[in-house]
Every structure is written in C-alpha cells, then in structure tokens.
C-alpha cells in the first residue's frame, strides 16, 4: 500500500486541504464555505455560525505575520529595485510611497493568510480539529524528582 501524504485515523475521511485554504482564504468556513471566519478583523470565530464547526482549536498565533512579512518584503523590495533602475527618484518620494505601501499591504493580506492558515488545520486536523482532541501536557515544577 502506497503511502498518499495523508495521516488520518481509519475512522476519518480525508479532507481535501485545497479546498479548506481556499475557503479560508476567502475568510469562510474551511468545513462549509459559507459561514465567516472572523468576527472582528484577526478574532477567528469560536463556531461557524452556517454548519456549527468547533473553529475554537485553531492556533494560528505567528505563521501567519510570518507569510505576510515575507510575501510583502519580496514585492515591496523587487518593486523598490525595479523603480529604482527605471528612474531615480528624491529621497521623500521612496520614504512616503513604500511605508504606506507595504501597510497596505500587510493589513490587506493578514486576514486572508490567517484564514489559510485555519483552514490548513482544520484540513490535517491539527490542534484539535480531528476526533482526538489535543490534551494540553501537564506542567512539571521543580527539577528531576527521584
């Protein structure tokens, strides 16, 4: 038997993570489609408010501003080049144009790649988001005991 990529238990069918990151790409419901993602700009819902998914698992903390960081620097940096050698600009002109730029950009694009990033997870079932939830470890205090 050939190995897919895919680890899942034999209980559980596959889900197609194409599909999970282009919804949440769109900012939906990686499950459904149609139910939103966010309730304010970055707060993941806790339950899809179409299909009743449990979105409470995801963790989606650094990956995100990670991607948008560097999908931004490249752009900004090739833009920045790229303009530089076709013409020369003043000083103030690069130092009002690329800050604004790279803003909007970064504010335009961390929505969207947090969405992903939750609906990647919830296609590998990851943190939770499969039938064996993640138990948090316990905490040990002190040293080796023994």
Same mark, same amino acid.
């Given at each position: 038997?050939?190995?897919? &990529? !895919? +680890?899942?238990?034999? #209980?559980?069918?596959? %889900?197609?993570?194409?599909? =999970?990151?282009?919804?949440? @790409?769109?900012?939906?419901?990686?499950?459904?489609?149609? &139910? !939103? +993602?966010?309730?304010? #700009?970055?707060?993941? %819902?806790?339950?899809?408010? =179409?299909?009743?998914?449990? @979105?409470?698992?995801?963790?989606?903390?650094?990956?995100?501003?990670?991607?948008?960081?560097?999908?931004?620097?490249?752009?900004?940096?090739?833009?920045?080049?790229?303009?530089?050698?076709?013409?020369?600009?003043?000083?103030?002109?690069?130092?009002?144009?690329?800050?604004?730029?790279?803003?909007?950009?970064?504010?335009?694009?961390?929505?969207?790649?947090?969405?992903?990033?939750?609906?990647?997870?919830?296609?590998?079932?990851?943190?939770?988001?499969?039938?064996?939830?993640?138990?948090?470890?316990?905490?040990?205090?002190?040293?080796?005991?023994?």
């Amino acid at each position: 038997m050939a190995f897919t &990529g !895919r +680890l899942t238990n034999a #209980f559980e069918a596959p %889900r197609d993570w194409r599909s =999970a990151m282009r919804r949440g @790409l769109a900012c939906r419901c990686p499950a459904c489609g149609s &139910g !939103r +993602l966010f309730s304010s #700009f970055l707060k993941v %819902r806790p339950n899809c408010e =179409a299909c009743g998914e449990d @979105l409470s698992h995801h963790r989606s903390d650094d990956l995100p501003p990670y991607i948008v960081i560097t999908i931004v620097g490249h752009v900004i940096g090739g833009a920045n080049l790229t303009f530089e050698s076709f013409a020369e600009w003043p000083m103030w002109m690069h130092m009002a144009l690329w800050p604004v730029l790279a803003l909007a950009m970064c504010l335009g694009l961390l929505q969207p790649v947090k969405g992903g990033v939750v609906g990647y997870q919830w296609a590998l079932r990851m943190h939770g988001f499969g039938d064996n939830r993640d138990e948090e470890a316990p905490l040990r205090v002190g040293g080796n005991e023994g």
